[in-house]
């Protein structure tokens, strides 16, 4: 089972994360673009997720998954119950929602290991919030 910390410790890993407060919500952004947002609850983790992909995924696995709000499905978001992944969905699902907003150099540095956050864009994270 996935928790809220899960989520900080996988995302702030992440070349040019930063994890911002906003209005009693935990939101993870690469610049002004939110790709992750945890509930209030810290029980349900929003994330990017391609448009044309998530209806099948939430109908594959509806425990899992589900469709953001009627007012949010204009964006590339889909929500996860953290309770029903493990950590290791939970990073692939988390770095598949970065590499969506991450500009491409970035993502390649990371992958290539370069240095312990993907190369030295990592030395641009900023930890606000909390």
Do not use: C
Not at 17 to 36: P, S
Not at 43 to 58: I, W
Not at 86 to 91: I, Q, S
């Amino acid at each position: 089972m996935a928790t809220a910390e899960d989520v900080r410790r996988i995302a702030t890993g992440l070349p040019r994360t930063v994890e911002r407060l906003v209005r009693d919500q935990v939101k993870f952004n690469i610049g002004r673009i939110v790709y992750l947002a945890l509930s209030r609850d810290e029980q349900t983790l929003g994330f990017a997720f391609p448009k044309e992909e998530r209806a099948q995924l939430v109908a594959a696995e509806p425990a899992k998954f589900s469709l953001p709000a009627t007012g949010d499905l204009r964006y590339h978001w889909v929500h996860l119950r953290l309770s029903a992944v493990d950590v290791a969905e939970l990073r692939e699902l988390i770095t598949d929602g970065w590499r969506m907003v991450v500009p491409k150099s970035v993502a390649a540095a990371h992958d290539a290991g370069s240095g312990p956050r993907g190369g030295p864009e990592g030395a641009e994270l900023r930890h606000q919030g909390r």
